[in-house]
């Protein structure tokens, strides 16, 4: 049985910030925040590489996560955090890969793994029956609960642990194929896997009975939504229509910036734009990036909407992962079995 000694001298893992102060109130003295949200914009082998690729996808030199903080002393046992949220299924598996690195045995990993809490909306409610999560988290239970877990915690059996290594190395390659096909196909112990594919498949041009070329989900929900007229993204997010729903189930993982970012992406794409872009009623850098900008529809961008893709590149590239949405260097198209080939 774990003791509270033991929590004060172990390392605890947290996968965001109202965990990590939970934990540190239970008794832990050394809390180590792994909190990025890697499901959108690029992910790398290297630590270095993905600092800095985080680094410029965020603009930003500041991170929200320790996990290759030099500074950082790994007494053990560690304690990994985590729930059910896709943000953080992603970042368990990288932070068993990192410890693997820092030979750090698995049998000295204690992983508590949370269920989700039930939320009240009933639940029949459409709106909550979300094809993806990542809103639970470790802090949505009590500290008691905390602390009880804390009593029967235990280490992954070793090929558990070697399965989620392995699942960061396919997350972060270049070839997405053999991470698709183990989302496809299912890893024994790995529930997150159907809906995290399903959430980043959204994020993949498709390809069209026909042989052709279509937008992402995600790129034609914000299509569906622009028009002639100037909006900010605060309105293209809350404009009522059919897309609603499916809209808001993405930003929930995203987060809502993701939207000004992808319609900024569109804007400055090419010369003979799709999206048109204008000061907002916020000045820029005033913490509105929500109403800083207003984005509308060009004729080509119209034509887009309604005709598909002529050629992959009509369309900004995304990192996702270990690859790229829309490249020219990285080709792939989703299938409509949902899985990706290349063009």
């Known amino acids: 049985m774990t003791t509270i000694a033991d929590i004060r001298a172990a390392t605890h893992v947290t996968f965001d910030a109202p965990t990590a102060e939970q934990v540190l109130q239970i008794g ?34 500041d991170l929200w996560d320790n996990l290759y903080s030099p500074e950082t002393r790994w007494g053990l046992p560690v304690f990994l955090w985590v729930s059910a949220s896709l943000h953080e299924r992603v ?40 094809p993806f999560d990542c809103s639970h988290s470790v802090s949505d239970h009590s500290s008691e609960a905390l602390l009880a877990r804390v009593a029967t915690a235990s280490h992954w059996p070793s090929e558990h642990y070697d399965r989620a290594v392995t699942l960061w190395d396919s ?7 053999s991470f698709v096909e183990s989302c496809v196909r299912g890893v024994e112990g790995f529930p997150e896997l ?10 993949f041009p498709r390809g069209t009975a026909g042989g052709g070329l279509s937008l992402s989900h995600f790129d034609e929900i914000a299509f569906s939504r622009l028009t002639h007229d100037w909006q900010t993204p605060a309105a293209i997010a809350a404009q009522k229509s059919k897309t609603l729903v499916d809209m808001w189930h993405l930003l929930f993982c995203t987060g809502d910036l993701f939207l000004p970012r992808r319609l900024g992406q569109w804007a400055a794409h090419s010369l003979s734009a799709f999206v048109e872009r204008a000061p907002g009623p916020k000045p820029p850098d005033a913490g509105y990036p929500m109403l800083s900008e207003v984005y509308r529809l060009t004729e080509r961008g119209i034509r887009l909407r309604d005709k598909g893709l002529g050629q992959l590149t009509d369309a900004p590239s995304l990192p996702i992962a270990g690859t790229e949405a829309y490249s020219a260097s990285a080709p792939w198209v989703l299938l409509e079995d949902g899985r990706l080939a290349r063009l």
């Open 171 to 177: 997350y972060v390659d270049e070839n997405p194929t």
């Open 194 to 203: 159907a809906p995290l594919w399903k959430f980043l498949s959204c994020f």
């Open 28 to 61: 832990a003295a050394d809390v180590v925040l792994v909190s990025d949200r890697l499901l959108t914009g690029p992910s790398r082998r290297s630590p270095l590489e993905h600092t800095r690729a985080r680094q410029a996808w965020w603009s930003s030199d």
């Open 91 to 130: 970042n368990l598996w990288r932070t068993c890969s990192w410890l693997r690195h820092l030979e750090i045995a698995h049998h000295d990993i204690l992983i508590l793994d949370f269920e989700p809490v039930p939320r009240s909306r009933p639940r029949g409610h459409e709106g909550s029956k979300r």
